[in-house]
């Protein structure tokens, strides 16, 4: 059996996992634990959504899905996503510093995530 069959994911996948899960929860707890001073119902439903697309991640690893993890990937895909859109078309210039970390360290390995598991899920 190849590689890819044997184990849920690859050990490389563990990092975009790992990342997924503790920056989006370092930086969601961070502003629960630490409110802007106009802390209203936008940031808790950013911090409520964030921390659900890291227990539906958490989730999935748990119950070994691909799909389910291919499925967690693209949401937080598509929140990354919406987020540094909204960062520049609402001119938030003091967010816009983080948009490439955003890029770097969720999005790409996202991308990446979900192309392994789309391939893998083809191939069975």
């Known amino acids: 059996m190849s590689e ?3 184990k849920f ?9 790992v990342l997924q899960v503790l920056i989006v929860s370092f930086f969601a707890l961070s502003t ?8 209203n119902y936008t940031t808790m439903v950013y911090i409520t959504r964030n921390l659900t697309a890291v227990l539906a991640i958490i989730l999935a690893v748990w119950l ?6 291919f499925v967690a990937l693209a949401v937080r ?6 987020d540094a859109t909204t960062v520049y078309t609402m ?16 999005i ?6 979900m ?7 083809k191939r069975s």
């Open 32 to 39: 629960l634990f630490n409110p802007p001073p106009d802390f």
């Open 108 to 113: 790409i390995p996202a991308v990446i995530g």
């Open 64 to 69: 070994r899905s691909r799909e389910a993890l």
């Open 4 to 6: 890819t069959s044997d």
């Open 91 to 106: 001119n938030a210039t003091y967010l816009k510093s983080a948009v490439p970390m955003v890029v770097a360290l969720l």
């Open 9 to 17: 994911i690859p050990t490389w996948f563990w990092g975009i996992i």
């Open 77 to 82: 895909f598509v929140t990354d996503i919406v």
């Open 115 to 121: 192309i392994y598991l789309w391939n893998n899920m």
